[in-house]
């Protein structure tokens, strides 16, 4: 008889237990990798457009700019020259659209709903604020906003202020896609940032088709001739040209940000530089050349 059976008879006799071999510990299992979901988009909530007679009520700012332009087409270069005219500020890119508001309770929505304020309303105050405090903060008349993806909700921004005016900046495709794949070539290979500096191009074609009374200028003719540009885009916006304007580092050069525009040697120069020279037609990929042919840079 085992040394174990007689101690569980011993054990069993005084105390009702028994000894049992322990079970081998189950080998350990690997653990699973939990991949955390894009947070789903939320769909372009209700909101009314303020009417003339209510504009003094739902915003404080007044007459804003918006530059409607793709990814690396000179939008910093522009703000800059912009934002060194006494009555112009033109800030650093905002992604005021990227604000969102959210309620509470429901007794919160409810309460907003009573004042006919939906949620893409509160948003709107929201952005409005932001814009307005800036432009207080700064002492200047008028403000210009830049950041590229607002050409992707340009019908908001112009529904959110109905006197804001635009400013389309094109440039040619191709020189577009090569600036967007060399700011980060081991991000994007040259035909990845072709495709995505396209939806961009779209974009603000899009807002060219949806707004009226907008004007255009080209990177091209900026860097050409700046002045001229400049005095024409003046025009439009109803101010005196100042020459200033064409020296803007002198003035300022604090508002170039890494990663909220262009920060490269270039722009830090303080003066407009030559731009590259245009690609020849048969450097145009296929890709490209019905916005090259749209935006009058190929036949």
Not at 2 to 13: E, V
Request: charged residues 30%.
């Amino acid at each position: 008889m085992s040394l174990m059976r007689n101690l569980n008879r011993a054990l069993t006799a005084t105390t009702g237990l028994q000894v049992r071999r322990a079970a081998p510990d189950a080998p350990p299992q690997p653990k699973k990798t939990v991949t955390a979901a894009k947070p789903a988009r939320r769909p372009t909530p209700v909101y009314r457009c303020p009417a003339d007679k209510d504009l003094s009520t739902d915003r404080l700012l007044r007459r804003p700019v918006f530059i409607m332009s793709p990814v690396r087409s000179g939008s910093t270069l522009l703000r800059m020259l912009l934002n060194a005219h006494s009555r112009l500020h033109s800030p650093h890119e905002l992604h005021i659209r990227r604000l969102e508001v959210d309620y509470g309770s429901k007794l919160s929505q409810r309460a907003m709903s009573a004042l006919d304020l939906e949620r893409g309303d509160l948003e709107h105050l929201l952005w409005d604020r932001v814009l307005h405090r800036e432009l207080v903060r700064s002492g200047k008349d008028f403000i210009v906003e830049k950041t590229p993806s607002n050409a992707f909700v340009y019908q908001r921004i112009r529904d959110c202020w109905p006197d804001a005016r635009f400013v389309f900046l094109l440039r040619h495709p191709v020189s577009i896609a090569r600036s967007w794949h060399e700011g980060d070539p081991d991000k994007r290979t040259y035909d990845e940032a072709a495709a995505d500096a396209l939806r961009y191009m779209k974009a603000v074609d899009n807002a060219r088709k949806g707004i009226t009374g907008g004007h255009t200028v080209r990177y091209e003719d900026i860097t050409a001739d700046p002045e001229q540009q400049l005095r024409r885009l003046c025009v439009f916006l109803g101010i005196d040209f100042e020459p200033t304007m064409l020296e803007y580092g002198r003035k300022d050069d604090s508002q170039v940000v890494k990663g909220l525009g262009d920060w490269r040697d270039k722009i830090r120069s303080g003066s407009v530089q030559a731009g590259r020279s245009l690609p020849a037609e048969d450097e145009i990929p296929e890709l490209l050349r019905p916005m090259c042919k749209a935006w009058g840079y190929s036949s």
